[in-house]
């Protein structure tokens, strides 16, 4: 039976970066807008965080019963290394996504854009599908796609949405930078268990491109990232460059290094980091233009 610490160790706390620094930039948008929503702003991190923690119990359960998960490294799984139940880890999935689901319905009535509720049905189908389902589209080297989506455009132009009720160019440029980094993220993940992915039939987009290509994937990602902050300074502050700079340097040093697998757990909480204090940066900075 999995301990409390296991089970909060299971909900992948480093991964929770991904989901507030969307929020966090969607919402320094409204504030530089004159539209914040403080009430709208906390359903949307409401709905963002349940989504992550949703997902990765989701991953747990789904890679743990195709028995992809036995030979991982890195945090605990609950059910490749049969500490809980796999009909308790998928139950918890739910509640999570129900959660998000009632935070969700409750923007859509707040806002009254009913079609809010398709893009929410979408983010609870894309994250059960990752990993689970007879076709899951993490198996098949399309995780980054559905994360540049689903953890960079949908939640920062979302959750400045639901606040201005606008879209802006400056929105969707911004959100490609944190949807890029969170895709960051998702490679050093994938680059750590590339060999018992290549094992288990896992196809994730390390696995087909191989090490050498995965690692430079992971600096186009930085350097998306980059970019979009750059369009975003130009208009805003410079000194957001300074500090996004100072933050790449030790994890594309790992990365580039070739550090391997447990090895690579530094550069992915480092990069974890890095989406959190980009987020708020970038956040703040907009907020105070």
């Not at 996504?97 to 929410?120: D, M, P, R, S």
């Not at 993220?185 to 060999?195: A, K, S, Y």
């Amino acid at each position: 039976m999995a301990t409390l610490g296991q089970w909060v160790e299971g909900s992948r706390p480093r991964t929770l970066p991904a989901a507030i620094a969307p929020v966090v930039i969607g919402t320094g948008l409204a504030i530089n807008a004159d539209s914040l929503r403080v009430d709208r702003a906390g359903l949307a991190l409401v709905v963002a965080l349940a989504l992550q923690v949703g997902v990765n119990f989701a991953n747990d359960y789904s890679d743990g019963i195709r028995g992809t998960d036995d030979e991982r490294v890195g945090p605990v799984r609950l059910v490749g290394q049969n500490l809980a139940r796999p009909q308790t880890v998928r139950l918890t999935a739910f509640i999570a996504f129900g959660i998000a689901c009632l935070a969700g319905l409750e923007l859509v009535l707040a806002t009254q854009v009913w079609w809010l509720l398709i893009i929410g049905v979408a983010c609870v189908a894309a994250a059960w599908l990752y990993t689970g389902g007879p076709q899951p589209y993490g198996y098949h080297g399309l995780g980054e796609v559905f994360v540049l989506i689903f953890f960079g455009i949908v939640p920062v132009v979302g959750t400045f949405y639901v606040q201005s009720e606008t879209i802006t160019l400056a929105a969707v440029i911004a959100s490609i930078g944190v949807g890029a980094l969170a895709c960051a993220v998702l490679v050093t993940n994938n680059l750590r268990d590339l060999p018992s992915d290549q094992e288990v039939g896992k196809y994730t987009l390390a696995v087909r491109l191989g090490d050498h290509c995965t690692r430079f994937l992971y600096v186009a990602c930085i350097a998306t990232a980059a970019i979009t902050t750059i369009l975003v300074a130009a208009s805003i502050s410079w000194l957001i460059l300074l500090a996004l700079a100072i933050l790449l340097i030790a994890p594309i040093r790992l990365v580039l290094g070739g550090a391997f697998g447990p090895a690579l757990i530094p550069a992915l909480k480092q990069t974890g980091l890095l989406v959190l204090f980009y987020g708020l940066g970038l956040g703040v900075l907009i907020a105070l233009a």
